[in-house]
C-alpha cells in the first residue's frame, strides 16, 4: 500500500506545481501614469491599449485630471492611442446646444409652444406652459458640470488616435508599473 501511495503522490504533487506556475505565469498586469502633451497636463480624454497579439481585446481608459489607470492587462506588447477627439466633440455639442435652451418638451419647439416643429395649435393649455420634464433640473446640472470638465481641455493631435501612426508601445509585464505618456508638440 505505501508503495502506491507514493507513486500517486509524486504525480499529484508534479501536477500542483505545474498549475502553480501556470497560474503565477498569467497574472495580470496594472499600468498607471500620467499624460502631457508638450509638458501641459491632459486632463480630459482616453488611452487605448491595443494588443498586438491577435485575438485580444483593446482595453479603453479614461484619462482623469491628467491621470489613468489601467487594470487586468495580459502580458505582452501594445500599441497605445490618445485621444480628446469625442470629448472636444461633447463639449461643442453641449456649447451649442446651451445656446438654444434646455431640453423641456413645452419650452417652444414649434409655434404652439411644446409641439413639434410646424405644428401649430389652435387652442393654448396654461397648464402645459407650466410643464417641466421630470429630470430636467438632474440632466441641466450634469450639463454644466460636463461642461466645466471640459472647459480646460487640452487638445492632443489626432494622429495619436490612430494605431499606425501613434508611435507608442509598450510590453507590460505582470504586477504594477507606471508609463507616463508626453506627447510632444508639433
Known sequence: MK???KR???PLAVL????LFGV???SKGKVTGKVTYGGETVPVGTVTFIPVQEGKQPLVIEIKDGQYTAEKLS???YTITVSTISQRQTYNNLKKGKASGPLNPSGGGGKGGGQAPGIESKTKDKAQDK???PGLKDIEAGKEETLKKLEGMIDVPPKYADPE???LRLDVKSGQQEFDIDIPKG
Do not use: A
Not at 500542483?16 to 498549475?19: E, I
Open 8 to 10: 500517486t503522490l509524486f
Open 75 to 77: 502580458p505582452g506588447t
Open 3 to 5: 508503495s502506491t501511495k
Open 16 to 19: 500542483s506545481l505545474v498549475l
Open 131 to 133: 410643464f417641466e420634464m
Open 165 to 167: 501612426k501613434s508611435g
Open 24 to 26: 503565477i505565469g498569467c
